[in-house]
């Protein structure tokens, strides 16, 4: 008989609970195929025989005792049932965080050394928001004691998390059959004051802001571009596509028809005559 | 071995949870069974593979016993 592997707690708490789960859906699965009751776990208690060994990342990993290995340790889990409401009730929920990015997801935290990052971790600290509110709630140095994160390199992270980023885009249909962008991202506004949004270096307007989240409508001729998100002095880039042929620019000059007739404004002037009052032209 | 939840069933299983009918005059109802019994366990993938002991074909080089209590309570309702 081979002695299995090892596994964190963690996933082996994971993996068993998943377990548990299945039983209680093969238990009640009796139940639908006519019997009128059947029995349903309660509570489960189970009693493992483990020895505890580090892996290269420091992660305590349990391994079960092998045949004729003394003096491993006595693991007791127990498990009880816990209803639906009482798991929403106990979990953090991912959309009550102000900023759920991953520390991963910001540059400086890849300046943290592994330990320090594993410390933030066994402290509950996963999303910058988590990290903000840590470092809200308490003064500095007491946050260096707690993580071990030197304060200057905490602090770094912090103004690097305090950076506009932009995470995602998404098309949604507008009016007048122009869609409009739906931008996502962390600190994207700042205040009351919409950001200023900049397609292909022009102006549009932002019909809804949140510091996660912009609604722009971008002008009939943007098809495809880089965008420009400033919030006060700080900007956040992407890039924009758009659905549908690009509509030609205001004044700017269409192609040549086949015969290489120039085309005629609606009043009458050729596309090529120039801006008018010092401005309206082709770049 | 065998998947620790197939396990679970199986000990379910293997306790009829009523006996007795009209044709006794007499029923009995079995309300909560409570089991604790020694396993054999390791670590899989999956979670947890295990069995009940072997018993009396233990060949003296088995991994420790560990164990295992479980309460089960009748409970659910034809769907």
Known sequence: ?283 | MTAFEHLVVALAESVPSRAGGPADSIAVQVTDLRLDLPLEARFDDAGLLATLPRGLLATGFDHPLDRVRLTFVLGGSAA
């Not at chain 1, 996963?126 to 509110?133: D, E, H, I, P, S």
């Not at chain 1, 995470?167 to 249909?173: G, H, I, M, P, R």
């Not at chain 1, 722009?216 to 700080?234: D, T």
């Open chain 1, 1 to 283: 008989m081979t002695q299995g592997r090892a596994m964190p707690v963690e996933e082996f708490v994971q993996a068993f609970t998943a377990q548990l789960d299945r039983a209680q859906d093969l238990l009640a699965l009796k139940a639908r195929t006519g019997r009128p009751l059947t029995f349903a776990l309660r509570d489960l208690a189970v009693e493992l025989h483990v020895f505890w060994e580090p892996d290269q990342g420091g992660r305590m990993l349990m391994r079960h005792a092998g045949p004729n290995e003394a003096g491993a340790s006595t693991l007791h889990f127990t498990f009880t049932t816990i209803t639906k409401s009482m798991v929403e009730e106990n979990t953090l929920s991912l959309t009550a965080d102000e900023d759920p990015r991953q520390l991963d997801e910001i540059g400086a935290s890849q300046a943290l050394d592994p330990h320090a990052r594993k410390r933030l971790e066994w402290a509950g600290v996963r999303t910058v928001g988590q990290l903000r509110k840590l470092s809200q709630n308490a003064d500095p140095k007491s946050v260096q004691a707690f993580t071990g994160i030197p304060m200057m390199q905490l602090e770094s992270l912090l103004l690097q998390a305090a950076e506009p980023q932009v995470t995602s885009q998404e098309v949604v249909a507008g009016g007048l059959g122009v869609p409009f962008l739906r931008i996502r991202g962390a600190n994207l506004a700042h205040g009351i004051a919409p950001p200023e949004v900049l397609f292909s270096g022009e102006p549009v307007e932002v019909l809804e802001s949140s510091p996660r989240e912009l609604l722009v409508r971008p002008m009939s001729h943007h098809h495809e571009g880089k965008f420009e998100v400033l919030v006060g002095q700080k900007r956040a880039t992407g890039f924009y596509r758009l659905p549908g042929e690009p509509a030609p620019r205001p004044g700017a000059a269409p192609e040549p028809s086949p015969r290489g007739e120039a085309l005629k404004r609606p009043d009458g002037a050729q596309w090529n005559d120039g801006p008018r009052n010092g401005h309206g032209g082709a770049p």
